[in-house]
């Protein structure tokens, strides 16, 4: 017969059998999955389906943080973050352009890097560009890359007109355009010698293109302090004058896509973003071994030009911050942004301060890069104030440079009224705060 230890010691094992858990010990319970939403507009060139890949990646890696993604679309997707921003809602992450809104700072939506996990040896591999997303000593952008403008041209085009070299100077560009639209017109197969981004099938880029010739004409967007717009200038009529010329001279027609015609030999030089080049490299056969890339020429007061890119940002607040720098110090991390590269972004790390492989890969995709020395020159003429004047009522200024800019080199509108109002309509939202 059993004793009555033994008989106690079989009942707790047959209790444990059939409810183990209550017999286990305390365990803490896993902490609970966090969901944070990214948006963006596509900024992945050629491959529409690259950023859902990359999220994808990121997610299968982890064990408790899951990113949702929405693309927007490049039209309104600036504008649809901003209202949902100012509403309390919108994104935890999301793509900005480089150089910050000033709005977003001011109402204090953008936590600084540190407080996501960053450190100083993270933040001290960025190239020194890349303290354009720094406000008060602080980053609160983690940049993915970075654009300049440059000039494109069509070899073909070029030396079949008797040029062997891009224009290096307005007067030279002005001068090689005309020729190619008169002889080719003369000809009897018309070739517009010249087409701004942003007179065509994209209006947005008018920005980027008036940028880069008000800074070559000596002008600024805003004053030094950032609170006054200065496109109302003598810097301004001349650029103005400038852009102008080609369509009062019928060097240039409106309407006319400056890409496209690029890519079907309709348009000799057009100049935009180094980014493009994908869209060039896309068009095969008709551009293969037909183009290249040159600095911009330069205009009375130099050769600077319009600066982008994009950059990572994450709402303040958040309940769990190190999460969001978790995805943010992985996306925009010197391995993923090489990856950048492919559609020809400008890598926002110093090579020197990445790992030894990751250095050899991306100087080698460099050095092996067509027109990559020109763009290289074409940085090294540009300065962060240019991104620093464009942070301040950013989006007041990019819809009124898309409305009046366009309709004053077309003759719709004087001058001198285009840029009193696009001063007006920036000053009204850069004083709206106070």
């Given at each position: 017969?059993?004793?009555?230890?033994?008989?106690?010691?079989l009942?707790?094992?047959?209790?444990?059998?059939?409810?183990?858990?209550?017999?286990?010990?305390?365990?803490?319970?896993?902490?609970?999955?966090?969901?944070?939403?990214?948006?963006?507009?596509?900024?992945?060139?050629?491959?529409?389906d690259?950023?859902?890949?990359?999220?994808?990646?990121?997610?299968v890696?982890?064990s408790?943080?899951?990113?949702?993604?929405?693309?927007?679309d490049?039209?309104?997707?600036?504008?649809?973050?901003?209202?949902?921003?100012?509403?309390?809602?919108?994104?935890?992450?999301?793509?900005?352009?480089?150089?910050?809104?000033?709005?977003?700072?001011?109402?204090?939506?953008?936590?600084?890097l540190?407080?996501?996990?960053?450190?100083?040896?993270?933040?001290?591999?960025?190239?020194?560009?890349?303290?354009?997303?720094?406000?008060?000593?602080?980053?609160?952008?983690?940049?993915l890359?970075?654009?300049?403008?440059?000039l494109?041209?069509?070899?073909?085009?070029?030396?079949q007109?008797?040029?062997?070299?891009?224009?290096?100077?307005?007067?030279e560009?002005?001068?090689?355009?005309?020729?190619?639209?008169?002889?080719?017109?003369?000809?009897?197969h018309?070739?517009?010698?010249?087409?701004?981004?942003?007179?065509?099938?994209?209006?947005?880029?008018?920005?980027?293109?008036?940028?880069?010739?008000?800074?070559?004409?000596?002008?600024?967007?805003?004053?030094?302090?950032?609170?006054?717009?200065?496109?109302?200038?003598?810097?301004?009529?001349?650029?103005?004058?400038?852009?102008?010329?080609?369509?009062?001279?019928?060097?240039?027609?409106?309407?006319?896509?400056?890409?496209?015609?690029?890519?079907?030999?309709?348009?000799?030089?057009?100049s935009?973003?180094?980014?493009?080049i994908?869209?060039?490299?896309a068009?095969?056969?008709?551009?293969?071994?037909?183009?290249?890339?040159?600095?911009?020429?330069?205009?009375?007061?130099?050769?600077?030009s319009?600066?982008?890119?994009?950059?990572?940002?994450?709402r303040?607040?958040?309940?769990?911050?190190?999460?969001?720098?978790?995805?943010?110090?992985w996306?925009?991390?010197?391995k993923?942004?090489?990856?950048?590269?492919?559609?020809?972004?400008?890598y926002?790390?110093?090579?020197?301060?990445?790992?030894?492989?990751?250095?050899?890969?991306?100087?080698?995709?460099?050095?092996a890069?067509?027109?990559?020395e020109?763009?290289?020159?074409?940085?090294?003429?540009?300065?962060?104030?240019q991104?620093?004047q464009?942070?301040?009522a950013?989006?007041?200024?990019?819809?009124?440079?898309?409305?009046?800019?366009?309709?004053?080199?077309?003759?719709?509108?004087?001058?001198?009224?285009?840029?009193a109002?696009?001063?007006?309509?920036?000053?009204?939202?850069l004083?709206a705060?106070?």
């Amino acid at each position: 017969m059993a004793s009555p230890f033994r008989r106690a010691a079989l009942a707790l094992a047959g209790c444990c059998a059939l409810t183990a858990t209550a017999c286990a010990p305390d365990t803490p319970a896993p902490p609970p999955r966090v969901t944070l939403a990214f948006w963006t507009m596509p900024f992945w060139i050629g491959e529409p389906d690259k950023l859902q890949e990359l999220v994808d990646d990121f997610n299968v890696s982890q064990s408790r943080v899951t990113v949702s993604l929405t693309v927007l679309d490049w039209a309104t997707g600036r504008d649809t973050i901003k209202k949902a921003l100012a509403a309390g809602n919108g994104p935890d992450i999301w793509l900005t352009g480089n150089g910050l809104d000033a709005d977003d700072l001011d109402a204090g939506r953008l936590a600084p890097l540190d407080t996501l996990g960053y450190t100083r040896q993270d933040l001290d591999r960025f190239i020194p560009l890349a303290q354009v997303d720094a406000d008060g000593g602080r980053m609160y952008g983690a940049p993915l890359y970075f654009d300049t403008e440059v000039l494109l041209y069509r070899t073909d085009v070029l030396r079949q007109y008797g040029f062997d070299r891009p224009p290096g100077t307005w007067a030279e560009l002005k001068s090689t355009a005309a020729t190619i639209t008169a002889r080719s017109t003369a000809a009897g197969h018309r070739v517009d010698g010249w087409q701004f981004k942003g007179m065509d099938d994209h209006l947005n880029a008018i920005n980027a293109t008036w940028e880069t010739f008000l800074c070559q004409a000596g002008g600024r967007l805003t004053d030094a302090d950032h609170r006054n717009s200065a496109e109302d200038s003598e810097a301004g009529r001349t650029a103005l004058a400038y852009l102008k010329s080609f369509y009062t001279d019928k060097v240039s027609r409106p309407g006319v896509s400056a890409l496209n015609g690029f890519v079907d030999g309709e348009v000799a030089m057009f100049s935009f973003y180094q980014s493009v080049i994908s869209d060039i490299a896309a068009g095969n056969e008709k551009t293969l071994g037909k183009w290249a890339v040159a600095p911009m020429p330069t205009g009375p007061a130099g050769g600077c030009s319009a600066l982008g890119g994009h950059a990572l940002v994450a709402r303040s607040h958040l309940s769990d911050p190190t999460s969001a720098g978790q995805f943010m110090r992985w996306l925009a991390s010197p391995k993923n942004s090489a990856e950048f590269l492919r559609f020809h972004g400008i890598y926002p790390y110093d090579t020197d301060r990445v790992d030894p492989e990751l250095k050899v890969a991306v100087e080698a995709h460099y050095a092996a890069e067509p027109g990559w020395e020109a763009v290289s020159r074409q940085l090294a003429r540009n300065t962060p104030d240019q991104m620093l004047q464009d942070r301040h009522a950013y989006t007041a200024r990019w819809d009124a440079h898309k409305d009046l800019i366009p309709a004053a080199v077309l003759g719709r509108t004087d001058a001198g009224q285009a840029l009193a109002e696009i001063d007006r309509r920036v000053d009204r939202a850069l004083h709206a705060g106070g």
